[in-house]
């Protein structure tokens, strides 16, 4: 028996998991203490009342012969969820037919099973800061991957390198490109612009994009673009994946959805065009058995007229949280990205440490958490990340202990 070594390579720790014994050591030691939690990203309001009332009402039909149901025949989620995704795409203007969307338990999944369908010759791109996952799903097959800076200078939204990207001493252009808008950890936003140059990039090095669209929900300005179908030419290059976590609370629920277009082809060694729609699905028909039937129906009521009004609540809340944040930091003149179009606020360091060390000194002294950017790349090594998820009142006593600290 012989294990896979790359993941041997990877850090010892998750970055949450480490986190999480530094709080259990520091509350070990101090168990007076009020800790404000700010750093991973889970909701803390509750699901709307119309996504429980269609759960219950799905988990009561199970109980009964005539309405009881078993698997979903084709594995890609049931009709009724698929067609409400589909409307909800053409609300901001967006034309994604239901036929190209697969219900999945949450984005993070398919952001590391997407790269089963391609070869691991291929070579990555990731923007740098980055979601743990895009890099460890794809160095547990031992692929190459590159980075594109994303730093202060750019305004964290790296842009494609006209010249290619240096590995093994020799510059290459990327196979498979991951991007994230709103980006977690960074909470940029790209513009049409800026993404229309991916999408020719991607054209021009016959690329394919992983486009994370997990935090559109929490885009406010019109101008900016919530997928990136948006954008014309984008079904020709781009696969996108988006959840209902952050959107809907449904974090512990688990469903999400992604999108492969029926016109993203591509040429096999033989000469024959393949569709990675017909790959992806052949993937999940092996190893995938889908969503559950209650939790879909739950899912179909987050996009009803009533749904879409309960849940816009929560995000607003949200959304008050991250403006608490980043008028904190303006105040105490720290610079920072996001929070306006997104739940994340990612700023810059204060009294010139690493976010490591940021992190112990904040935990010890303040007794608030947040995540260190250094988990996230090394752009991230001066940076921190904190989240509007969490409670109102403890949002704004969190940013009171930081300002009381930093002045």
């Known amino acids: 028996m012989k294990v896979n070594e ?16 530094k709080i259990k050591e520091f509350q070990a030691q101090n168990p007076d203490k009020k800790i404000i939690r700010m750093g991973i990203g889970d909701v803390t309001q ?63 999944s398919d952001c590391g099973n997407l790269v089963d369908i391609f070869d691991d010759s291929n070579i990555i791109l990731i923007t740098d800061p980055a979601y743990p996952v895009y890099v460890d799903s794809n160095l547990m097959n031992g692929r190459k991957i590159v980075y594109a800076d994303s730093n202060e200078e750019n305004g964290f939204c790296a842009m494609p390198s006209s010249d290619g990207y240096e590995l093994d001493g020799k510059k290459v252009f990327p196979d498979i490109i991951y991007l994230c808008s709103p980006n977690n950890p960074t909470g940029a936003v790209y513009s049409k612009a800026q993404l229309a140059e991916w999408i020719a990039y991607a054209k021009a ?64 060694s033989d000469g024959t065009e393949v569709s990675l729609a017909q790959l992806w699905n052949r993937r999940e028909g092996s190893k995938f058995n889908g969503v559950s039937y209650p939790v879909q129906r739950a899912a179909e009521a987050v996009f009803t007229p009533e749904g879409q009004k309960q849940v ?32 994340y606020i990612w700023f810059k360091c204060p009294f010139g440490l690493d976010s490591w060390s940021f ?49």
Request: charged share 25%.
């Open 205 to 268: 090095h016959d690329a394919v994009i992983l486009f994370d669209a997990a935090y559109e929900a929490f885009i406010k300005d019109d101008n900016l673009p919530r997928s990136i179908y948006q954008l014309e030419g984008a079904k020709e290059v781009a696969i996108e994946m988006c959840s209902l976590s952050k959107t809907a609370g449904f974090t512990g629920v688990r469903c999400g959805y992604t999108v492969v277009p029926s016109e993203l082809k591509t040429i096999a």
């Open 46 to 108: 509750p699901l709307a009342p119309v996504v429980v009332e269609a759960m219950k009402k799905a988990a009561d039909e199970l109980a009964v012969k005539e309405t009881f149901r078993g698997y979903e025949d084709s594995g890609a989620g049931y009709d009724f969820l698929r067609n409400a995704v589909s409307e909800y795409y053409k609300s901001f203007g967006a034309d994604v037919p239901a036929s190209d969307i697969r219900i999945n338990d949450g984005a993070k």
């Open 6 to 21: 790359n993941y041997l390579k990877l850090e010892k720790n998750y970055l949450f998991i480490r986190i999480a014994e």
């Open 359 to 407: 992190f112990d000194k904040m935990l010890h002294e303040i007794a608030v958490v947040g995540t260190p950017g250094a988990g996230f790349g090394k752009n991230g090594v001066n940076w921190f990340r904190l989240t509007a998820f969490g409670d109102k009142d403890a949002t704004r006593e969190a940013m009171q202990r930081l300002k009381d600290w930093v002045k």
């Open 312 to 343: 816009r609540e929560s995000i607003l809340y949200y959304q008050e949280n991250a403006r608490v944040i980043a008028e904190t930091l303006t105040e105490l003149k720290i610079p920072f990205t996001g929070g306006i179009n997104s739940p």
